[in-house]
């Protein structure tokens, strides 16, 4: 078996530790099959929402060869709108992350309980969501909230539940251990950093419909870094870490600040749907050329000698 491959996370199987990253390929199952065939070891859905939303107009999502900067909008048919979705997942042969939104703490509960009935191997809450019931106040800035919607989301679900915050919090540390202290199994961290805006000089406008986006992409490496060092420090449970992630280096270094498993996002649109593959090998052979496993690394960045 390779260095990096075959292993367990919060009791599931998982190929490698690698993860597709939520929102960047949508949900429909052939897709995201595609994603496990190409070495993707857990995938996640894009956030699943308590009504239908379209999204903002276009553009929404812009490459900058750096990074990216969109605004989505988090379009979504509703959780109770996607039953052909849920048969077709129900007969996948890989582990599925499913994640979840919503504007208020009954909404996530709502969603949740029924996502929970659809057997996803986990249920990723996404507390960064800005359209909520606080006039924009996104739940994962606040430890009270964060704690809330964990706990609500904690009781109805069968499935481990992961808690996916943001890098505006001002004490990401601080937000992690509200969502530990609220049961949460694991964090991920980070989702886009932003808002963020791009003019065309031309026009005089901003360039997004939306004006203002997050940021993604090896841009964001250094603050996701920081963010999964902080949450490391401040709680016991496992982190998915996420934020720019395009390499193998990159992944180890993540694994270094505190990641247990390492999220891949638009890495995709940068290298190929077999940006997993890729990542993989070459995390196993820094591993092999190190000789060392992954669990040999897991937040080494912290010791102090
Ligand atoms: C186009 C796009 C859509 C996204 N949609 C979601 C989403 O629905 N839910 C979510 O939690 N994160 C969403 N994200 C954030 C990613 O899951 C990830 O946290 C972020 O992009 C950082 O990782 P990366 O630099 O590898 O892309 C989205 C990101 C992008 C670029």
Known sequence: MEKGSGMEFLGVKLKNPLVLASGVLGNSFDILRRVHENGCGLVTMKSIGPAPRDGHNNPTVIDLGYGMINAVGLPSPGYDQMEEEWQELATRDFPLNASIYGGSVKEFETVAQFVSDKHPDFIEVNISCPNSEKHGMMFGISESSAHDVIAAVKKVSRVPVIAKLTPQAPD?????????????????????????????????????????????????????????????????????????????KDAVEMIMAGASLVGIGSAVRYRGIDVFQKVNEELNQWLTSHDCKIADIVGVAHDIS
């Not at 961290?189 to 203002?212: Q, S, W, Y």
Request: include cysteine; charged fraction near 20%; charge should be neutral.
């Open 172 to 248: 990401i540390g601080r937000i992690a251990k509200a969502c530990e202290d609220a049961g949460a199994d694991a964090i991920c961290a980070i989702n886009t950093l932003g808002p963020g805006m791009l003019i065309d000089i031309e026009t005089r406008t901003p360039v997004l419909a939306f004006k203002k986006g997050g940021l993604s992409g090896p841009m964001i490496k250094p603050v996701a870094l920081r963010c999964v060092y902080d949450i490391f420090d401040a709680v016991s449970i496992p982190i998915i870490g996420l934020g720019g992630i395009t390499t193998g």
